[in-house]
T-cell receptor, first 112, second 113 residues
Framework: RKEVEQDPGPFNVPEGATVAFNCTYS??????FFWYRQDCRKEPKLLMS???SGNEDGRFTAQLNRASQYISLLIRDSKLSDSATYLC?????????????FGTGTRLLVSP | DGGITQSPKYLFRKEGQNVTLSCEQN?????MYWYRQDPGQGLRLIYY???????QKGDIAEGYSVSREKKESFPLTVTSAQKNPTAFYLC????????????FGQGTRLTVV
């Protein structure tokens, strides 16, 4: 089983749609959770951290369910500029080192 | 501006050659990392360093080597022992400690010709 699993997509949605991405992780000792955005042939950039109580940043809402080892990202009112790959990232300690494990990413295509 | 810089952006290597990818950061971060990204796969950890003069193997270290002589610099050498080196290489840095995000350089796209 992969440490972090995501649906690769692509998700094709029209502008203005609401879209949700899911991610599961296998290590119950995972401590921190993030969503990164990666544009084609570019480096990943932090979209938002994910907190236990859930958190929102404008049109983006992230949720964490530790019991089910599940993370989600909701994007409301999709824009053309939201087209990208969204990476789920989980961190946990390995012999004193905070290791970041990346999912393969979910690709989003927003069309006019 | 603070940031992390990788060079070159594109690199072509002949089979059997060693090549070195540069990574420099001025964010004053202790921890630095090298990842490899292949199409359809997530980022895989090659090497990491938590402090100057110390580094550890990641999940796919075979055929790679690194050094960490300065806090700002973490170069990666892709040796001829790496069987399939064509990939997108990403360097990152972070503050040491739990829950901290990683900042990435723009990446180096290595192609073996």
């Amino acid at each position: 089983r992969k440490e972090v699993e995501q649906d690769p997509g692509p998700f094709n949605v029209p502008e203005g749609a609401t879209v949700a991405f899911n991610c599961t992780y296998s290590n119950s000792a995972s401590q921190s959770f993030f969503w990164y955005r990666q544009d084609c042939r570019k480096e990943p950039k932090l979209l938002m951290s994910v907190y236990s109580s859930g958190n929102e940043d404008g049109r983006f809402t992230a949720q964490l369910n530790r019991a089910s080892q599940y993370i989600s990202l909701l994007i409301r009112d999709s824009k053309l500029s939201d087209s990208a790959t969204y990476l789920c990232v989980v961190s946990f300690r390995v012999t004193g080192f905070q290791k970041l494990v990346f999912g393969t990413g979910t690709r989003l295509l927003v069309s006019p | 501006d603070g940031g992390i810089t990788q060079s070159p952006k594109y690199l072509f290597r002949k089979e059997g050659q060693n090549v070195t990818l540069s990574c420099e950061q001025n964010l004053n971060h202790d921890a630095m990392y090298w990842y490899r990204q292949d199409p359809g796969q997530g980022l895989r950890l090659i090497y990491y360093s938590q402090i100057v003069n110390d580094f550890q193997k990641g999940d796919i270290a075979e055929g790679y080597s690194v050094s960490r002589e300065k806090k700002e610099s973490f170069p990666l050498t892709v040796t001829s022992a790496q069987k399939n080196p064509t990939a997108f290489y990403l360097c990152a840095s972070s503050i040491r400690g739990a829950g901290t995000e990683a900042f990435f350089g723009q990446g180096t796209r290595l192609t073996v010709v």
